[in-house]
């Protein structure tokens, strides 16, 4: 069978990605849509070698289509997300939107596929991308002999927050280099040659809302409610890549061994751990452009007793997003007699 497929705010680092990914995958598609805002409405993006027309999302009919990928943002999905699910679409959805709801499943497609079966309201939310591979790491880890905490930092790339962050990265670096001031419009501070302790807005306890979706939905995706989640979420100036500093707590010991075994058994895990100067991920020299989650730097923590330490990079524009969603429509289609 080949599909209908739209993909929602097809102009915007994700939306692209969405676009290429499909196209690498061979997605069955008898049509592909790309939609936007009126704004970008007209204008071409790539499909393969193909150009396709941007078309409208407010005046589209979604009538005849089987599968919409939205990465447009909460509002647009709030509103739009809905009818399309109505006119008979899945919808696969990477805003925050609809994450936390009970009756939305949350799918990373390596680690809790069966939680899709579940979908009453035709919507399936994608992970924030931190959340993304941080359980592709964890999953085995937490399957084997439970995780009881979770210790976070990230150094988040700024693709994660949109195209216009990518361009002030890019301009503000060249204006720097020429001995120029650096103007911040997208972020609070400067980003270039600068590390943000901040992503999304403050909540009352201190944390900000970036930092509280690792709870929630480290939770909902794992499915236990007793996981501890301590995360500080900080934004570097790197294009593509999402880093993370973990330490966990298990529920029992595992040894370094074990916990090598494991992670090398997890689909869509790559260990990268040699234990020699570059022997490890980082965002530029694995992760951009690439689909694994990339894990490094495993070691027993000296300071607990059943204490686990990792670095985790992947890019957060694919498994973070894109990839994940067209691997989450791959299980849709795959579901179907
Ligand atoms: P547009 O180019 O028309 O603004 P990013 O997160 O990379 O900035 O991308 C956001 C994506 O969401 C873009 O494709 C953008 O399209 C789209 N978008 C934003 N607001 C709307 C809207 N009100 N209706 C449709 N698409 C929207």
Redesign the pocket.
């Known amino acids: 069978k080949q599909y209908v497929v739209a993909v ?9 990605a969405m676009l290429s990914v499909l196209h690498e995958r061979k997605f069955p598609m008898k049509e592909v849509i790309a ?7 007209g ?1 071409e993006v790539k499909f393969g070698n193909q150009g396709i027309v ?1 078309r ?3 005046t589209f009919d979604p009538k005849g289509v089987d599968i919409a990928l939205f ?3 909460g ?2 999905s709030r ?2 997300a809905p009818k399309f699910a109505a006119a008979g679409a899945v919808v696969i959805d990477n805003s925050s939107a609809f994450r936390d709801d009970v009756d939305v499943p949350l799918v990373v497609s390596e680690v809790n596929p069966q939680a899709l079966k579940n979908r009453p309201r035709g919507i399936i939310a994608n992970p924030n991308c931190s959340t993304m591979q941080l359980m592709v790491a964890l999953a085995p880890i937490h399957r084997a002999v439970g995780i009881e905490r979770i210790n976070i930092a990230t150094y988040q790339s700024v ?1 994660g ?6 361009e002030e990265l890019g301009k503000q670096t060249a204006s720097l280099l020429n001995f120029q001031g650096a103007e911040a419009t997208v972020y609070p501070v400067q980003i270039a040659f600068n590390v943000i302790p901040h992503g999304g807005d403050f909540l009352d306890n201190g944390y900000t809302t970036e930092e509280w979706k690792l709870v929630t939905e480290t939770r909902k995706i794992l499915g236990d409610d007793r996981i501890l989640v301590n995360a500080t979420v900080v934004r570097v100036p790197v294009f593509y890549g999402h880093s993370e500093a973990v330490h966990l707590e298990t529920r029992e010991k595992i040894t370094l061994e074990r916990a090598r075994e494991l992670l090398a058994a997890q689909p869509g895990l790559e260990l990268v751990d040699e234990r020699a100067p570059g022997g490890y991920p980082t965002p530029v020299t694995h992760a951009s452009g690439n689909d694994p989650v990339f894990v490094g730097r495993l070691r027993e923590d000296v300071s607990h007793p059943r204490g686990l330490d990792m670095w985790v990079v992947s890019d957060n524009i694919r498994k973070g997003a894109a990839l994940n969603a067209v691997q989450v429509a791959e299980l849709v289609i795959a579901e179907q007699p």
């Open positions: 929602v705010g097809a102009t915007g680092a994700v939306g692209e939609l936007a805002s009126e704004r970008s409405a204008s941007v409208d999302l407010a990465s447009a943002g509002s647009v509103e739009y693709s927050t949109g195209v216009k962050a990518m």
